[in-house]
């Protein structure tokens, strides 16, 4: 489980083709020593499992399932990504519940200023699209955000500036994907609604 609340942006430090899926070493200001082998970290808010580490960096293998849902197949060295370890008992929950399993890739339609933080525009895939509502939460690329206002398919979030620069949404622009987990309560509820 995690918050979203982002604690490093890591950087792709080697990308690899194994027999069995794709293989990613991530550099990080982090004590990697404290990182267990089998931790969970969220990449962009993919939830992954470590398999390897080294001073400063760890490594992670993704599946192909992941690849295709997700923009980590999109991943090429040197790209940055959003990290966060996961939650532990007794840690401030600064974000919403969050799980690490992406639902949809989003695309931004517009980045523009809105005083001083940033208006992002956001279509979501059908059916996703229904479970998200004005002043309910929302996680982008492993960033726990508020949306603002929802029209059809599309969604606005405004991104303040601690935010903007703290993580890679500062270096989004129009046509980009995003990793998109809709909150875990309207997940819940549409199911419920669905069989009651």
């Known amino acids: 489980m995690f918050t979203g609340i982002v604690t490093d942006i890591g950087r792709v430090r080697s990308v690899r083709q194994t027999e069995r899926d794709r293989r990613y070493e991530i550099e990080t200001a982090w004590d990697t020593a404290g990182i267990d082998l ?3 970290i969220s990449h962009a808010g993919c939830c992954l499992t ?6 400063g960096w760890f490594a992670v293998e993704v599946s192909n399932e992941t690849l295709s849902k997700t923009t980590l197949g999109d991943w090429r060295e040197g790209d940055s990504v959003n990290l966060e370890r996961a939650a532990r008992l007794g840690d401030e929950l600064g974000g919403h519940i969050v799980s690490g399993h992406v639902d949809g890739l989003g695309r931004v339609v517009l ?3 809105d005083g001083g933080s940033r208006r992002i525009d956001i279509e979501a895939p059908a059916p996703l699209h229904r479970f998200i509502a004005p002043k309910g939460s929302i996680t982008l690329d492993g960033v726990s955000l508020t949306v ?3 029209e059809d398919r599309a969604f606005g979030v405004n991104i303040i500036p601690h935010t ?3 993580t890679t ?3 989004l ?3 980009d ?3 998109l987990e809709i909150d875990m309560l309207a997940r819940y509820l549409a199911r419920w609604q669905e069989t009651a």
């Open 38 to 40: 089998g931790a969970s």
């Open 173 to 175: 622009k129009a046509g």
């Open 169 to 171: 949404l500062g270096r």
């Open 148 to 150: 603002n206002a929802v």
């Open 111 to 113: 980045v523009r200023p």
């Open 164 to 166: 903007w620069e703290a």
């Open 177 to 179: 994907a995003v990793n």
């Open 50 to 55: 470590v398999t390897g580490k080294g001073p």
